[in-house]
Nanobody, 128 residues
Framework: QVQLVESGGGLVQAGGSLRLSCVASGRTFSMYAMGWFRQAPGKEREFVAAISRSGGSSYYADSVKGRFTIFRDNVKNTVYLQMNSLKREDSAVYSC?????????????????????WGQGTQVTVSS
């Protein structure tokens, strides 16, 4: 089992920045590819960003490319999402997710069904 706990959400003005953190406990964090998803009220869960277990490969949704950065620290068992130039439409509950990637150091996943473990989420609200 992997337990994931997000933090760093909050209220920020449009154009501002936030850094989300997701700390993992349980099994070997470095064996897991990680992802961030978000869900706004009345909308489906949306992919935001993903990163391979080594951190060498990453992928972003078009809506956040160039503004958000996903990175990880395998010593601290933490994956981060740095969010810059925030827009009102970025408001959502952000959740991190983990999937075991024991056979590939470059694997990452972009759909919710590919992930095995989820955090409880952290709210991000962007005001105009």
């Amino acid at each position: 089992q992997v337990q994931l706990v997000e933090s760093g959400g909050g209220l920020v003005q449009a154009g501002g920045s936030l850094r989300l953190s997701c700390v993992a406990s349980g099994r070997t964090f470095s064996m897991y590819a990680m992802g961030w998803f978000r869900q706004a009220p009345g909308k489906e869960r949306e992919f935001v960003a993903a990163i391979s277990r080594s951190g060498g490969s990453s992928y972003y949704a078009d809506s956040v490319k160039g503004r958000f950065t996903i990175f990880r620290d395998n010593v601290k068992n933490t994956v981060y999402l740095q969010m810059n130039s925030l827009k009102r439409e970025d408001s959502a509950v952000y959740s991190c997710a983990a999937v075991l990637a024991q056979f590939s150091g470059t694997y990452y996943a972009v759909t919710p069904s590919q992930y095995n473990y989820w955090g409880q989420g952290t709210q991000v609200t962007v005001s105009s």
